[in-house]
């Protein structure tokens, strides 16, 4: 069956918003790994996507290594429907990782290295 001109639309738009949050997620995680490391970044995505995906269970296909958080079977199975879940869900795991990263290190690392460039960031995202 072929898709119709709306749902290619809906389909691009979809993917446009994840490949907003992806770009955001690597931007904040070469900044992070390079104060923290690979191994101690891991462990702080690894939690915080755990604990978000109890709420929005699409973000349990995110895979993390040492070379970033990988999106592949995320966008393979997210659907339409899901579209305004998964904005919830990435904007949910962003204040999870600032809140875990002030509770170790103090608002220093949040506040300097990307507070206003996410906030910026996340605005900017359709609905």
């Known amino acids: 069956m072929e898709k119709t001109r709306e749902e290619e639309i809906l389909t691009a738009k979809k993917e446009e918003v994840v490949d907003i949050y992806e770009d955001l997620l690597k931007k904040v995680w070469d900044r992070i790994v390079l104060t923290l490391g690979a191994v101690t970044v891991v462990a702080l995505w690894r939690r915080v996507i755990k604990r978000t995906a109890k709420k929005y269970t699409i973000l349990q296909y995110l895979d993390v290594t040492t070379e970033g958080i ?3 079977k995320l966008k393979s199975r997210i659907s339409e429907q899901e579209k305004k879940i998964i904005k919830d869900g990435f904007e ?3 204040l999870d990782l600032f809140d875990l990263l002030a509770e170790l290190t103090g608002d220093m690392i949040v506040d300097k290295l990307f507070k206003n460039e996410v906030t910026t960031k996340l605005k900017s995202i359709p609905e």
Do not use: A, R
């Open 92 to 94: 949910e795991l962003i």
């Open 70 to 72: 990988q999106f592949q």
